[in-house]
């Protein structure tokens, strides 16, 4: 069977690590959430992928060795609810993150790519951020990497807010079919946290045909895969749960399909 749910290495500075051509069974998609103390640092060499560095909690410096962004990074919880900094990087370049805060946790995304764009700090003021849904379907979004941009070949990057009692990439869709502009295929990885963090939630991921469903409980910094098929979050009362998606495929585009089963709570009254 393959392995969606990841748990996190909590003994490590890299507490998840989802490598393309790895045991994931994601190819367009790739995952590390790094924690460094202040002065610590990671080093990278990228050969054919590109990454967005989200300075997701803490202070960091982010070099390629031509650019430099120091001292990037605008909350020390990510249920401050803000938007933060991030630096995108293409293919063919190192970069070396460096820890300035007591603790940083710092997410790197990764697609494959073959065209070299320029190193591109994305500040915090530049994502755009949307609140989508309605009932008890709400959840707020802050766009990162979004397919409105070109900074990137590949890669789409958001964050998503869902309170307690409401569900969240619902009613279920999916992007797993080349099929544009109904459909685009996508490959997508959800980094989950929780507030206060001893809250989990649910999360399906299932086809159609049924070759995939799994229903888990994802607690706090665990990682989702979601290959293909349909992935709701369902979110506990009195929890606040927070992600970090990372999709790409073959064409950076989001166009998804509803599941029709439950298409039908979207033309309520």
Same mark, same amino acid.
């Given at each position: 069977m393959v392995k969606l749910l990841r748990k996190p290495e909590t003994a490590n500075k890299v507490v998840q690590d989802v490598a393309i051509g790895g045991d994931s069974p994601l190819k367009y998609v790739g995952f590390k959430m790094i924690d460094l103390a202040q002065g610590e *640092?990671?080093?990278?060499?990228?050969?054919?992928?590109?990454?967005?560095?989200?300075?997701?909690?803490?202070?960091? *410096?982010?070099? !390629?060795? !031509?650019?430099?962004?120091?001292?990037?990074? $605008?909350?020390?919880?990510?249920?401050?609810?803000?938007? *933060? !900094?991030?630096?995108?990087?293409?293919?063919? $370049?190192?970069? $070396?993150? *460096?820890?300035?805060? !007591?603790?940083? $946790?710092?997410?790197?995304?990764?697609a494959p790519s073959e065209k070299q764009l320029p190193t591109t700090l994305i500040p915090a003021e530049a994502n755009s951020t949307e609140q989508r849904g309605k009932y008890n379907n709400k959840r707020t979004v802050h766009n990162i990497l979004p397919d409105s941009v070109t900074t990137a070949n590949s890669l789409l990057v958001v964050e998503v807010y869902t309170e307690g009692g409401n569900w969240s990439s619902y009613p279920p869709h999916k992007h797993d079919q080349n099929n544009l502009p109904a459909e685009s295929f996508l490959e997508e990885s959800y980094y989950h946290e929780m507030n206060p963090p001893q809250g989990f939630v649910f999360q399906r991921v299932y086809t159609d045909d049924r070759s995939i469903d799994e229903t888990m409980t994802v607690e706090n910094r665990n990682v989702v895969l979601v290959p293909a098929g349909y992935h709701p979050v369902g979110v506990p009362d009195g929890y606040t749960s927070y992600y970090l998606n990372v999709m790409a495929g073959p064409v950076r585009t989001w166009n998804f399909h509803n599941d029709p089963a439950h298409e039908w709570i979207l033309d309520r009254k």
């Open positions: *640092t990671y080093e990278e060499s990228l050969g054919k992928l590109e990454v967005c560095v989200v300075a997701l909690t803490g202070r960091i *410096t982010v070099t !390629d060795h !031509d650019a430099t962004f120091a001292n990037i990074g $605008r909350r020390s919880s990510v249920f401050e609810q803000v938007p *933060t !900094d991030s630096v995108y990087i293409s293919n063919d $370049r190192a970069f $070396r993150v *460096t820890g300035e805060s !007591d603790v940083a $946790r710092v997410a790197l995304c990764y």
